[in-house]
C-alpha cells in the first residue's frame, strides 16, 4: 500500500500480542500508529521506539477501553500527536476459560467490560471522530461458532460484539466507513498457550484442515486488508480467520 503516510490507525491492546503484529504490519502499510495500552507501558513504549527506529510514526497511549472517559482521552491525545483517526482496530481483550456455573461475578463483569463495553465506547468516540472513508475492525471469536465448553462467557461477550458490528455498520450510512469483524481460530499468542498442556495445544491444532494453529501474522494480513482500499465493498461482515476451523 502506498501514499498513505498520512492516515492514522489506532490499535486497542496492542503492546503485545496480536495487537502488536498488528501495529507493525499497519505501520509498514504506510500508516501512522497509535499503540493503546492499559498496564503494559514498557511493552507498548518499547513497540513504539522499535517502529520509530523504523521510520515510522507511532506513539504509545495509555488508556482503559472499557472507560468512556479514557477513551475520549485517546482519541484526543492521538488528534494531537498524530492526526484525526482513519483506522479503528478494537483488538484489546482476555480469555479466561471456565465452566460457566464456576465464573465469578468480577470475571463476568471484566470480560463484558473489555469486549463489549470496549468496543461499544472506541466505536461511539469513533462516530462522530472518525475520518470519513475509515476503516473500523473489531474482534470477535471463531468459538463463538464452536460453542466449546467453559467457553460461554467469552463467547457471549464476543457474540455481543459480533451484533454490534453489524448494526453499526448500517449507521454508519452516508460516511463511507466500513465496520467489520475479524474472528479468529486458535492462535499461537502468550494469550492462547497460556495454561495448556502440550497435548492440548495440539489437540487444537489439528482441528483446522489445515492442521496448525494460526499465527499472528495470519491475523495481521487480514486486519491490512480491511484497513486497505481493497476491501471498500466488504461491509458490515464477520471474517472467520481460523484455517477452515467453522
Avoid: C
Amino acid at each position: 500500500m502506498t501514499n498513505r503516510i498520512s492516515k492514522v490507525a489506532l490499535v486497542t491492546g496492542a503492546s503485545r500480542g496480536i495487537g502488536a503484529v498488528i501495529a507493525r504490519q499497519l505501520a509498514s502499510d504506510g500508516f501512522s500508529v497509535a499503540i493503546n495500552y492499559a498496564s503494559s507501558a514498557t511493552e507498548a513504549a518499547r513497540l513504539a521506539v522499535e517502529l520509530q527506529k523504523a521510520g515510522h510514526q507511532a506513539i504509545a497511549v495509555k488508556a482503559d477501553v472499557a472507560s468512556a472517559e479514557d477513551v475520549r482521552r485517546m482519541f484526543d491525545e492521538i488528534e494531537a500527536q498524530l492526526g484525526k483517526v482513519d483506522v479503528l482496530v478494537n483488538n484489546a481483550g482476555i480469555l479466561k476459560v471456565m465452566p460457566l456455573a464456576q465464573h465469578s461475578d468480577e470475571l463476568f463483569d471484566q470480560t463484558f467490560n473489555i469486549h463489549a463495553r470496549g468496543t461499544f465506547n472506541t466505536m461511539r468516540e469513533a462516530a462522530t471522530r472518525l475520518n470519513d472513508g475509515g476503516r473500523i475492525i473489531n474482534f470477535s471469536s471463531s468459538t463463538v461458532g464452536l460453542n466449546l465448553p467453559g467457553y460461554a462467557v467469552y463467547i457471549a461477550s464476543k457474540a455481543a460484539v459480533e451484533s454490534l458490528t453489524q448494526v453499526f455498520a448500517k449507521e454508519m450510512r452516508g460516511r463511507n466507513i466500513t465496520v467489520n469483524a475479524v474472528a479468529p481460530g486458535p492462535v499461537a499468542t502468550e494469550l492462547f498457550l497460556h495454561g495448556k498442556s502440550e497435548e492440548h495445544i495440539q489437540n487444537f491444532a489439528r482441528m483446522p484442515p489445515l492442521e496448525r494453529l494460526g499465527q499472528p501474522e495470519d491475523i495481521a494480513r487480514v486486519v491490512s486488508f480491511l484497513a486497505g482500499p481493497d476491501s471498500e465493498w466488504i461491509n458490515g461482515q464477520i471474517l472467520r480467520a481460523n484455517g477452515g476451523l467453522v
